[in-house]
């Protein structure tokens, strides 16, 4: 590592970067139904990008906002990192999706949670499942799924609030985080799950608007590699962009990072060649999140 | 002219004086009327005029006969008022500046009168026009205030000179009244609130790098940020209607750009708004004033 250095990296283990989920996935013996190692990114068809990036009200990042051109990505990471402008640090609720192929509404889930802690704060913070979006988007437990029905059925649907019981005494249903054979409860689906979705997505088609997505306070989720993430922070090193994600497996895992809740050990960073692989299959920025009317008065 | 000044030596010897006989002339030969000579110089100093006279000669005594009855001179409060009313006709943004070289002007115009130097009355007007010509340097401002120096010709057309004088004078005081514009004050300010809570209104084209660092910063401030509520200006309820508070927000702005930052007291209305903060350190300062605390 040569010049600037992110204070976050500053002697990180270099294994987090770029990590290979292949063999990651390989080595725990998680494997979609084909038998192909994998953590629960699937890539789609062309017919599902299409479908998923065609949809109405979904806006091209470089069309809504404003894109940095890589120069004016690393002085302004240099500005984040001075300043603490990162999204990890909405960080309340860290999800693990333990042996199930759920990665991708794993990921959307935390870049929901942070969406929602941006809006209305972190002492708002609901805990969201990812299986309650996942299980009617994946053809078993560990199929995987692909991202572009994620953002679909977050802008439609919603996700539920994990069953917790803080969350059972809010609201009328919940749902387990994980668990791909737990019940619904009844009206889940008009009742709960309206009041958590997504507003606005962006899709995200190159390198440098994921880091300006990132600059400019959304999350972008993508997935490379059989597995998906979050990824809520950039860093340096020297003139090499770092993207930093949220890991949805159990922690320690990764790099540790300052969060709302203290820090956490489950950050990894992907380098510009990995976020190119992400951007050329299915980058998406979200934007901003529902205002149900129950947080009218909070 | 040899027989003049042989007779005045003449004249001299014969009366005994043991003083010096000293007869001036003029350009044209002609003997100069008793009276103090003064030189007046007008030198330029950083683009300004500035005049000084000096007496040059003294020529012996003498006595100015009177001339015809003039209309006498008004009292000085109603030649008071009338000066007034006319400055009050000149519309200068640089008022005070102007008035008081004018004032200068006329200052230095009346001195010359007492001090002999100028005796005639016409003489005293006509100096009167051309040093306020020359104080007012710029033609736009010799425009502007033609109202006044003209006013003031008006005015004193009709007088002797002892009136003419007293014009002047009262002239130089009032436009001296005028004070220079106090020096720019700091904005006041803003006034306390019953403000309880935060709306900060982002376009959705717009989160930069800027608010974003604003909205981070205002989360990670936790004593802050359970006042704060950060929603795009097209921000959707459950329905995805228009969400209620951004409705009326934005009816509440009238269309004042966005970002905003807004105040709303504990019923939920808005009492306050402001261009959003470039900091966080500035919005917390803002708030503070505003009378909205953590």
Request: glycine share 8%; aromatic share 8%; with cysteine.
């Amino acid at each position: 590592m040569s010049g600037y250095i992110s204070p976050v990296l500053e002697g990180i283990d270099t294994a987090f970067v770029d990590f290979d989920f292949v063999k990651a996935a390989e080595a725990s013996g998680i494997v979609d139904d084909n038998g192909t190692p994998t953590f629960g990114y699937i890539e789609p068809t062309h017919a599902e990008l299409m479908a998923s990036r065609g949809r109405k009200g979904i806006q091209r990042y470089a069309a809504a906002r404003p894109v940095y051109t890589k120069l004016e990505c690393i002085k302004r990471i240099k500005i984040m990192d001075a300043e603490g402008g990162w999204r990890y640090r909405r960080i309340v609720h860290k999800k693990n999706q333990k042996n199930e192929g759920s990665c991708v509404y794993n990921a959307t889930a935390h870049a929901f949670q942070n969406k929602w802690n941006v809006q209305f704060g972190d002492h708002n913070a609901i805990s969201m499942s990812p299986m309650s979006g996942y299980r009617h988007n994946a053809r078993s437990a560990g199929s995987g799924s692909t991202v572009g029905g994620a953002i679909k059925w977050l802008s439609e649907v919603g996700l539920l609030p994990t069953d917790n019981p803080e969350n059972r005494a809010r609201f009328k249903q919940v749902h387990p985080d994980v668990g791909w054979s737990a019940s619904f409860m009844p009206n889940w689906k008009t009742e709960t799950a309206p009041l958590f979705r997504a507003d606005e997505w962006y899709w995200v088609e190159s390198a440098e608007e994921w880091w300006s997505s990132i600059i400019n306070g959304d999350d972008c989720v993508g997935g490379r590699d059989g597995h998906c993430i979050d990824h809520c922070g950039l860093g340096l090193d020297g003139n090499s962009i770092l993207s930093f994600y949220v890991q949805s497996w159990s922690i320690p895992w990764g790099f540790k990072l300052e969060t709302s809740i203290g820090p956490l050990t489950t950050f990894g960073a992907d380098s510009e060649s990995k976020v190119r692989t992400m951007v050329a299959r299915d980058g998406w920025a979200l934007g901003s999140v529902l205002r149900p009317a129950f947080m009218r008065n909070v | 002219m040899r027989a003049f000044l042989i007779s005045c030596v003449l004249a001299a010897c014969a009366s005994g004086h043991a003083a010096d006989t000293v007869i001036y002339y003029g350009p044209n030969g002609e003997v100069l009327a008793n009276g103090r000579y003064t030189r007046v110089t007008i030198s330029w100093v950083n683009g300004q005029p500035v005049m000084s006279q000096q007496v040059v000669l003294d020529v012996g005594g003498g006595v100015v006969p009177p001339g015809p009855p003039l209309p006498p001179v008004p009292p000085v409060s109603d030649l008071d008022a009338k000066i007034v009313a006319l400055i009050a006709q000149v519309n200068d943004p640089d008022k005070p500046v102007t008035s008081a070289k004018l004032a200068e002007t006329y200052r230095f115009v009346a001195a010359l009168g007492e001090a002999g130097s100028v005796t005639d009355v016409a003489k005293l007007r006509e100096s009167a026009e051309r040093v306020s010509a020359l104080y007012l340097g710029r033609k736009d401002k010799a425009i502007i205030w033609q109202p006044f120096t003209a006013g003031m010709a008006s005015l004193t057309a009709p007088m002797d000179f002892a009136g003419v004088l007293v014009a002047y004078k009262a002239a130089e005081t009032r436009l001296l009244s005028l004070q220079p514009p106090d020096p720019p004050q700091p904005p006041p300010l803003p006034p306390v609130t019953s403000a309880a809570k935060v709306l900060i209104l982002i376009p959705p084209e717009l989160p930069d790098q800027e608010l974003s660092l604003l909205t981070n910063q205002s989360r990670n401030d936790k004593a802050w940020s359970k006042k704060i509520l950060i929603l795009n200006s097209d921000a959707k309820d459950e329905n995805k209607s228009p969400d209620p508070l951004v409705t009326k927000a934005l009816a509440y702005l009238s269309g004042r750009p966005l970002p905003r930052i807004l105040l709303l007291d504990a019923a939920g209305s808005f009492v306050a708004d402001d261009a959003v903060p470039a900091t966080w350190e500035a919005a917390k300062a803002y708030l503070t004033q505003k009378g909205v605390s953590p």
